[in-house]
């Protein structure tokens, strides 16, 4: 076979995002208020989010239509291309068939538009001025400023501040998008003071950026909050590349047996296993899922399935996830999107009940296939991306030992053009491994809010 891409003409950009909560085989645990501990309602949530938001967080209906005007910014970089990985499959000499669906070639270079958007939308049209949000390394401040300059919204982001000063340029790039950026834990937030005082060093961590933007929009009229993964409607909105994926893989004729993606709060993941988990649950499917994360913040592989805080304060309602306790000040490791303590509800449920099976890499072992990812195909992959990668030549390499031919899908999230001081190190040989101690698990979860 050639070495095409399987582009979607721009007539077949889906139309809607496919509701995987109107197919789970397994109930999804309702989200809890973190003082009554009842399930929250719409109400509970609208400090936070537009109303629009909280219907899909909250919706069972199967299709969801994507209003024209997100279209039509989607339209800038969709649909994505999805790409045989020829050279990659020669190099390894496998009879495995890779495809990435390559998430790399929106603007800010991953996956997190593809929200970012539709979030902007939803909030523009309830009259929302200005949006605040919480970043790791960078990529999530990235889409949202870009898409909240596209709706003429301001954009705030509380930016980790170890990503603030490891990784300047993404900063560089909210701040051309027009947003405003400050490096977390803050003075300008009850929450962040509190870290302050505690530890004037905080290099800071998803979870109290979370807490210091949560904050302030909580006390703002005008203002909302926005969240990159974790929520339904946020792997709602990601969908859009299991939907496009679905009909490449027809154009290509093939099947995928294996579907791969690394997770954070699990979005990219979602995004292009839901559509595919569908085919499982109506027509019989017989996929195998696998999601992988980082062994240094390892969720899903060694944390609980419990309810927790999606933040640091304790001020987020209560979700039933995989978590490794909302304490957790994850190891400074380069893939900064998958250093979040708690996994999307959705992944976790499914992962439960045995749908997805887990794995952890350490980041080295990423990096390896990172740097021949890129040698073969060319792109460089984002230190999260790269995670994925060495899943995928692991089951390639699999294939190889037992000679069958399996076609393995994964999602290229994002480029890695942003993360070159990381490779700098890989290359150096001073890049460290480090393995989550399961004592430190076991102490986290001692602290986790007393449910049931
Ligand atoms: C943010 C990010 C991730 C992890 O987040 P998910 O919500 O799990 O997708 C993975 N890859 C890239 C490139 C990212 O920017």
């Not at 399930?39 to 199967?62: H, K, N």
């Given at each position: 076979m050639d070495n095409k891409k399987y582009i979607l003409d721009?007539?077949?950009?889906?139309?809607a995002w496919y509701n995987i909560a109107a197919d789970l085989p397994v109930p999804l645990p309702p989200v809890l208020h973190p003082a009554t501990l009842k399930p929250v309602g719409p109400d509970d949530l609208a400090p936070l989010f537009p109303m629009a938001l909280i219907g899909q967080e909250m919706s069972t209906e199967r299709y969801i239509a994507i209003p024209e005007t997100v279209r039509d910014v989607y339209?800038?970089?969709?649909?994505?291309p999805l790409v045989r990985a020829h050279r990659l499959e020669r190099a390894l000499d496998t009879p495995a068939h890779i495809y990435y669906k390559n998430e790399s070639v929106s603007p800010p270079g991953s996956h997190k538009p593809n929200t970012a958007v539709a979030q902007a939308y939803y909030n523009k049209k309830e009259g929302i001025r200005r949006l605040i949000t919480e970043t790791g390394a960078g990529q999530w401040g990235s889409a949202l400023s870009m898409a909240c300059n596209f709706f003429g919204i301001e954009c705030k982001v509380y930016m980790v501040k170890i990503s603030y000063q490891q990784k300047p340029y993404r900063r560089s790039l909210m701040q051309i998008w027009g947003a405003s950026v400050t490096p977390s834990?803050?003075?300008?937030t009850e929450a962040g003071r509190s870290i302050l005082a505690q530890d004037p060093d905080s290099l800071g961590s998803l979870g109290i950026a979370i807490s210091e933007a949560v904050e302030v929009a909580a006390a703002n009229e005008d203002t909302k909050y926005s969240l990159g993964s974790v929520l339904n409607h946020v792997l709602l909105h990601q969908t859009i590349v299991g939907q496009e994926a679905v009909a490449q893989m027809e154009m290509a004729g093939e099947e995928p047996d294996i579907v791969i993606g690394c997770v954070g709060g699990g979005s990219n993941y979602a995004g292009l296993a839901f559509p595919f988990l569908r085919r499982v649950f109506t027509e019989g499917a017989k996929t195998r899922f696998i999601s992988v994360e980082a062994s240094a913040c390892p969720s899903v592989t060694k944390g609980v399935y419990a309810y927790d805080f999606g933040d640091t304060a304790m001020t987020t309602p209560l979700m039933k996830m995989h978590t490794l306790g909302h304490s957790f000040v994850p190891a400074?490791?380069?893939?900064?999107?998958?250093?979040?303590h708690g996994m999307a509800p959705l992944i976790s449920a499914l992962a439960e009940a045995g749908y997805i099976e887990p794995t952890a890499y350490l980041q080295n072992a990423a990096f390896a296939a990172a740097v021949q990812f890129a040698r073969s195909e060319g792109i460089v992959p984002a230190p999260e991306t790269a995670h994925a990668v060495r899943a995928v030549i692991d089951e390639a390499l699999r294939c190889k030992e037992s000679g069958e031919q399996k076609v393995i899908l994964f999602n290229?999230?994002?480029?890695?053009h942003f993360d070159l001081a990381a490779y700098d190190a890989y290359l150096g040989g001073e890049l460290l491994d480090y393995e989550y101690p399961a004592s430190k698990v076991a102490k986290a979860l001692e602290e986790l809010p007393q449910v049931e």
């Amino acid at each position: 076979m050639d070495n095409k891409k399987y582009i979607l003409d721009e007539a077949k950009l889906p139309k809607a995002w496919y509701n995987i909560a109107a197919d789970l085989p397994v109930p999804l645990p309702p989200v809890l208020h973190p003082a009554t501990l009842k399930p929250v309602g719409p109400d509970d949530l609208a400090p936070l989010f537009p109303m629009a938001l909280i219907g899909q967080e909250m919706s069972t209906e199967r299709y969801i239509a994507i209003p024209e005007t997100v279209r039509d910014v989607y339209r800038l970089w969709r649909p994505t291309p999805l790409v045989r990985a020829h050279r990659l499959e020669r190099a390894l000499d496998t009879p495995a068939h890779i495809y990435y669906k390559n998430e790399s070639v929106s603007p800010p270079g991953s996956h997190k538009p593809n929200t970012a958007v539709a979030q902007a939308y939803y909030n523009k049209k309830e009259g929302i001025r200005r949006l605040i949000t919480e970043t790791g390394a960078g990529q999530w401040g990235s889409a949202l400023s870009m898409a909240c300059n596209f709706f003429g919204i301001e954009c705030k982001v509380y930016m980790v501040k170890i990503s603030y000063q490891q990784k300047p340029y993404r900063r560089s790039l909210m701040q051309i998008w027009g947003a405003s950026v400050t490096p977390s834990p803050s003075e300008e937030t009850e929450a962040g003071r509190s870290i302050l005082a505690q530890d004037p060093d905080s290099l800071g961590s998803l979870g109290i950026a979370i807490s210091e933007a949560v904050e302030v929009a909580a006390a703002n009229e005008d203002t909302k909050y926005s969240l990159g993964s974790v929520l339904n409607h946020v792997l709602l909105h990601q969908t859009i590349v299991g939907q496009e994926a679905v009909a490449q893989m027809e154009m290509a004729g093939e099947e995928p047996d294996i579907v791969i993606g690394c997770v954070g709060g699990g979005s990219n993941y979602a995004g292009l296993a839901f559509p595919f988990l569908r085919r499982v649950f109506t027509e019989g499917a017989k996929t195998r899922f696998i999601s992988v994360e980082a062994s240094a913040c390892p969720s899903v592989t060694k944390g609980v399935y419990a309810y927790d805080f999606g933040d640091t304060a304790m001020t987020t309602p209560l979700m039933k996830m995989h978590t490794l306790g909302h304490s957790f000040v994850p190891a400074g490791i380069h893939a900064g999107g998958l250093r979040y303590h708690g996994m999307a509800p959705l992944i976790s449920a499914l992962a439960e009940a045995g749908y997805i099976e887990p794995t952890a890499y350490l980041q080295n072992a990423a990096f390896a296939a990172a740097v021949q990812f890129a040698r073969s195909e060319g792109i460089v992959p984002a230190p999260e991306t790269a995670h994925a990668v060495r899943a995928v030549i692991d089951e390639a390499l699999r294939c190889k030992e037992s000679g069958e031919q399996k076609v393995i899908l994964f999602n290229f999230s994002g480029h890695g053009h942003f993360d070159l001081a990381a490779y700098d190190a890989y290359l150096g040989g001073e890049l460290l491994d480090y393995e989550y101690p399961a004592s430190k698990v076991a102490k986290a979860l001692e602290e986790l809010p007393q449910v049931e």
